[in-house]
């Protein structure tokens, strides 16, 4: 892709260390395609918890079921519909989504169909017209773009990330869920290799912003 001056960035983090804000604040700066890809494994989550399926059946269902996901732009940012429904951030981020979402993200089965759909997003925001894309989550440079032009983590104290999601006004257990993100089998949290890693807990918005501003500047 870069041949086309389309460029990649990959940006993981554990939750709330500012991964959204900053891939916002990028993606307006620079006309960036928006992927948030944790908005994925709570929309299929939520998918399979509106058919009471749990976690342990889901490989059984999707070896016999297709679950379509499809995608539409808003502003600069990529919706997912899976099997046609589209799931709000309201439905898709509170105390119970929080509490579910890690459980069904560790399952391999899971995670190899939004795989696939998360690599096409690339093209599809080059088909858009976009300069490039930003795709937030836990294991994008590391499994989902291993080639990304750039790969940022970002990382910050756990009860500087806990106040954030206080002063959010979501109740979010995060130590729980980093542990099971970081030590499932497949695709765990992790600083990917060659990736600038930035603490977000020392550093205004602004100085992260022109950090990163800094290294894309540097592919050109
Ligand atoms: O916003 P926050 O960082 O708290 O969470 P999120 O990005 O919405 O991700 C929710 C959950 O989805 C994570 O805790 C992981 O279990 C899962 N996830 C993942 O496994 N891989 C990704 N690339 C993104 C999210």
New binding site residues.
Partial sequence: MQKYNYISISL??????G??TTAQAICQKYKYIHV???????ALSLFFLNKNILPDLVPQYLLYDNVDLTSQLEEFSVKLFVDGIYYSKNEL?NERM?KE??YY??IPEV?SLLLKYQRGLVKYGFDLGFSGIIM?????GSV?LPDANLKVFLHAEIDVRQGR?LSDGEH?S?SK?DN??STRKV?P?MCPNGAISINTGILSVNEVVSLISKHISSLS
Avoid at 12 to 17: F, L
Avoid at 36 to 42: A, E, I, N, Q, S
């Fill in positions: 993981d983090g554990a939750a709330g260390s991964k959204s948030d890809t944790g908005l994925h494994y709570r981020r929080n979402v890690s993200a560790r995670r937030d989550g836990r294991d994008i989902v999601r979010d995060i869920r099971i993100d695709a949290l």
